[in-house]
């Protein structure tokens, strides 16, 4: 089931931003703090793509 959520986007330094992800996605994907994450950007899709970094 696909369940939208609707985030703020936060400025964190003058390079950063930060997005809120809502606790419980988090411990559905078993994510943990401090977790490397990969993130990928498609430009032409205009899409953005958060996963776990795998070695």
């Known amino acids: 089931m696909i369940e939208k ?31 490397k994450l990969e993130v990928v950007y498609d430009a032409k899709k205009k899409e953005l793509k958060i996963k776990d970094w795998k070695k």
């Not at 330094?13 to 994510?31: C, F, H, Q, R």
Request: no cysteine; net charge positive; charged share 30%.
């Open 5 to 35: 959520f609707v985030r703020k986007l936060t400025k964190t330094g003058m390079y950063s931003y930060t997005v809120n992800v809502p606790k419980e996605v988090i411990a559905d994907l078993k994510w943990r703090e401090r977790q």
